[in-house]
């Protein structure tokens, strides 16, 4: 079975550029997660949806980034304009069930601002 | 509200133990960890659902206090392989989840 599969898996823009990512989750599983990883922390929660609807956006910066999950499916992360301080590693995760089961993650896009 | 790790960062020889904890201020429903080696995503280790659950998985094992609002991550006899970066991720009843600073651990020959 294919697990959660992100793509590019590495950017670099400029600052004030837009960039965006793309996320196919697991088949079946109905909540997908956006995170981002700072270098030496651990994942900060950016939006969770259940099928097409975000259901926590509450830590999503929404100025600049937005988030889209058509069709309950695969799901774009976007940021623009982006800024250095967007640099990181944003992760997409899937689950089968959030309240009792594992959260599969995919191998993350690492992004560079420059 | 962001869990607290300690240790933040542990060294081991192969074969030694080692003992990870989790805080939390608000009350849990349920506390998860998850493995990181560098470069590579996150890995569930496992989820512990109800006060003073303990799960076990292969030579590591965790516990679960809920009055406390603290889990530990136990392992035994560790494995080059064991090393990398752990989280604990806390879940309050409200649904809220958020992931720990982590914990180093470096497993040596």
């Known amino acids: 079975e294919a697990g959660v599969v992100q793509s590019p898996r590495y950017k670099i823009i400029e600052k004030k550029q837009p960039v965006a990512f793309w996320c196919n989750p697991i088949?079946?599983?109905?909540?997908l997660y956006w995170y981002r990883q700072n270098l030496g922390q651990g994942p900060e929660l950016l939006i969770r949806y259940e099928n097409e609807e975000a259901v926590d956006d509450s830590q999503l910066p929404k100025d600049r980034f937005s988030a889209e999950r058509l069709k309950g499916v695969d799901s774009t992360l976007k940021i623009q304009p982006a800024e250095l301080g967007d640099s990181a590693v944003y992760l997409c995760?899937?689950?089968?069930?959030?309240?009792?089961?594992?959260?599969?993650f995919g191998q993350g896009t690492r992004l560079t601002v420059v | 509200q962001q869990p607290v790790q300690s240790p933040q960062a542990v060294i081991l020889r192969e074969g030694e133990d080692a003992v990870i904890n989790c805080s939390s201020s608000?009350?849990?429903?349920?506390v998860h960890w998850y493995r990181q080696k560098h470069g590579e995503a996150p890995i569930f280790l496992m989820i512990?659902?109800?006060?003073?659950e303990q799960k076990g998985h292969d030579k590591i094992s965790a516990s679960f206090n809920e009055k406390k609002q603290q889990s530990s991550l136990y392992l035994t006899a560790s494995q080059l392989s064991y090393s990398g970066t752990y989280f604990c991720?806390?879940?309050?009843?409200?649904?809220?989840?958020?992931f720990g600073p982590g914990t180093r651990l470096s497993v040596l020959p």
């Open positions: 608000k009350a849990l429903y349920s």
């Open positions: 995760a899937s689950s089968l069930d959030p309240r009792t089961g594992e959260a599969f």
């Open positions: 088949s079946g599983h109905n909540t």
């Open positions: 991720g806390t879940e309050d009843y409200g649904q809220n989840f958020v």
């Open positions: 512990l659902l109800k006060g003073g």
